[in-house]
């Protein structure tokens, strides 16, 4: 192979390249830059939909993986609840004693279990205790024990 062959070699590999990066480059940088940014991305549509929904707001009470909390915050990147330690004095009263502060990244928030109580929660209730349940479909009170 002489000089001149390597050298048109050289420049139809050189002129392939140039049209397959000046063409279909702009879509290999996208397709790296949204691997690059997954997790990101995805951060963010979780903290938009826990933000603009209505699921999770600000002062909710919640229980958290059976404690209780609030929702302090709620901010497109993460929630943050403050999670209450419950104990009985000496009365036997139940009263908040502590606590943590938890924030979760809004993505993560899926994995965790939180149940938001009724408006008629009540902290004093103790373990045998009988409450009024909610009315039946005759208008009835039925009791029930905790």
Do not use: C
């Amino acid at each position: 192979m002489d000089l001149t062959e390597a050298q048109q070699i050289e420049s139809v590999l050189h002129n392939n390249v140039s049209v397959l990066l000046g063409e279909y480059g702009w879509m290999f940088l996208i397709g790296l830059a949204v691997l690059f940014f997954k997790a990101t991305i995805e951060s963010l549509l979780a903290g938009l939909v826990v933000f603009v929904g209505n699921d999770y707001n600000n002062d909710d009470i919640i229980i958290l993986d059976g404690r209780l909390g609030r929702i302090v915050r709620v901010s497109m990147w993460k929630t943050t609840f403050y999670l209450y330690t419950i104990k009985e004095d000496v009365k036997g009263k139940k009263i908040v004693a502590g606590g943590t502060k938890l924030s979760v990244e809004n993505s993560k928030l899926k994995d965790l279990k939180i149940e938001k109580p009724l408006e008629n929660f009540d902290l004093v209730l103790g373990p045998g205790q009988i409450v009024e349940a909610m009315f039946n479909d005759k208008g009835v009170h039925d009791e029930q024990k905790i």
